[in-house]
């Protein structure tokens, strides 16, 4: 059985939910092999999770430059592996630094292609979700190899015990002309879920008003435990930080329950949201095009509905 690279993504010594994707979609096209490419001592903290979603080997590729280049690294420890053990496929995450590393990979191996994939069939075929998600399209690479982003929460993740059987690897240089990174400065995300990583998500659209209105979003956002999203009106109009957009330009998320206030749902928006396995959305404009994908839409005010609703969730949890 051939195997199937996945990049494996990773913070702060945890593995990311959409790894777990990976590996669950990997295992249908060949035997899941986890690659994890980072500073030192970083594999040892995530092997015990990669075992448990199917990873059958760990390629550990660990150097300290490795933190000091975006993807030159991993596009480097990929392509050796690809030229070494030829895979079926390689998976990596549909998140920015992933769609890069995807395309770098493919030219350098002579690869297909296949971006944004919502599915991957057993035969290989891939599905995507185009043109804001009106439609899907099928294909599948005529390459040896197909190098494959996937859209994270688009796959359900199946726990399927896995060897783990750890192979190191060397970094390969990185040319002396490639951009280095000269500073690193965290984002004031509180204590809230990561958006991409979320169960659940409350964003909020340009029907919030403002700035200081988006507290509102934000107190029903914790009393679910959830992540704080914001439509591209929202940022645009300066309600809301850029990192926390949702939308074909920013965030592609699908929790378990996305809570939409004020958001009218345009097509960018539903890009990056509709695949959410329940939606609620909370519009005065009955005609708003959210209501067409919302699983329960309640027409009205959102700052008289949201705070009735934080409160009876915090009263439901005390």
């Known amino acids: 059985m051939a195997e199937v690279l996945v990049l494996v993504e990773h913070s702060g010594g945890e593995v990311k939910k959409v790894t777990n ?3 669950t979609a990997a295992a249908r096209l060949g035997e899941p092999a986890a690659v994890v490419v980072a500073t030192p001592g970083t594999a040892g903290k995530l092997s015990d999770r990669l075992a448990a979603f199917g990873a059958a080997k760990i390629y ?3 150097s300290e430059e490795v933190s000091q280049y975006l993807t030159a690294p991993a596009v480097g420890v990929l392509a050796e592996l690809v030229a070494s ?5 390689v998976l990596i995450a549909g998140s920015p630094d992933g769609k890069e590393i995807a395309g770098k990979l493919a030219v350098r191996t002579g690869s297909g292609l296949l971006s944004d994939v919502v599915d991957i069939a057993e035969d290989g075929t891939a599905t995507h ?9 099928k294909s599948r690479a005529t390459t040896p190899v197909a190098v494959i982003t996937v859209r994270a929460g688009a796959i359900e993740p199946v726990r399927s015990p896995g060897a783990a059987v750890e192979q190191t690897l060397e970094v390969p240089a990185v040319s002396a002309t490639t951009a280095k990174i000269i500073e690193r400065r965290p984002v004031e995300s509180g204590n809230r879920p990561e958006l991409t990583e979320a169960s659940v ?3 909020g659209g340009r029907g919030v008003g403002s700035a200081d209105n988006f507290g509102v979003v934000e107190k029903l956002a914790d009393s ?5 999203g914001a439509s591209r009106a929202a ?3 300066g309600y809301y930080p850029h990192q926390f957009q949702i939308g074909q330009t920013g965030k592609t998320v699908s929790p378990q329950l996305y809570v939409a206030l004020g958001i009218s749902g345009a097509i960018q928006h539903r890009a990056g949201m509709q695949t959410s396995k329940t939606i609620i959305a909370i519009n005065k ?3 708003a095009p959210i209501f067409e994908i919302a699983d329960l839409g309640v027409v009205g005010d959102l700052f008289t509905i949201a705070p009735q609703l934080t409160e009876a969730v915090s009263k439901r949890k005390g």
Not at 131 to 136: C, T, V
């Open 21 to 23: 994707e990976l590996l």
């Open 60 to 62: 550990v590729a660990e």
């Open 85 to 89: 053990v030829r895979p079926a496929a």
């Open 129 to 137: 979700s185009v043109f804001g998600g009106s439609y899907l399209a």
């Open 201 to 203: 998500v409350v964003a």
């Open 224 to 228: 679910l435990g959830a992540a704080v």
């Open 235 to 237: 940022v645009d109009s």
């Open 285 to 287: 404009d009955p005609e």
